[in-house]
């Protein structure tokens, strides 16, 4: 088992910033990816991004690209999540995912990770 700890969460200003951090501990993999996930109230869970461990590959969703960026410390088994620009609709519960391998067949697929956080909440205000 894996266990995921999101924090970072809160109420920002639209246009301002917010990092989200998330701590993976138990049967963790250097070579799984961790990922980052979002739902909105009435919405589906969409992919917000994605990182591997080993090699520090990046993948992103549309609606994040050029204002979010995924990173993440090996040593302290962390990913982070760094959101720029935030607009009201970022707004929603923010959730760390982790995969039991490298072996996905798509990076930013929900099915692909077995193990999630609680969520952190994140709102943008117009």
């Known amino acids: 088992q894996v266990r995921l700890v999101e924090s970072g969460g809160g109420s920002v200003p639209a246009g301002g910033s917010l990092t989200l951090s998330c701590v993976a501990s138990?049967?963790?993999?250097?070579?799984?990816?961790l990922a980052w996930f979002r739902q909105a109230p009435g919405y589906e869970r969409e992919a917000v991004a994605s990182i591997s461990m080993a090699g520090g590959v990046t993948f992103y969703g549309n609606a994040v690209m050029g204002r979010f960026t995924i990173s993440r410390d090996n040593h302290r088994n962390t990913e982070y999540l760094q959101m720029d620009d935030l607009k009201p609709w970022d707004s929603g519960m923010y959730y760390c995912?982790?995969?039991?391998?490298?072996?996905?067949?798509?990076?930013?697929?929900?099915?692909?990770?077995?193990?999630w956080g609680q969520g952190t909440q994140v709102t943008a205000t117009s």
């Open positions: 138990g049967d963790t993999n250097p070579n799984q990816y």
């Open positions: 995912a982790a995969s039991r391998d490298e072996w996905l067949r798509e990076k930013l697929d929900q099915c692909e990770y077995p193990y």
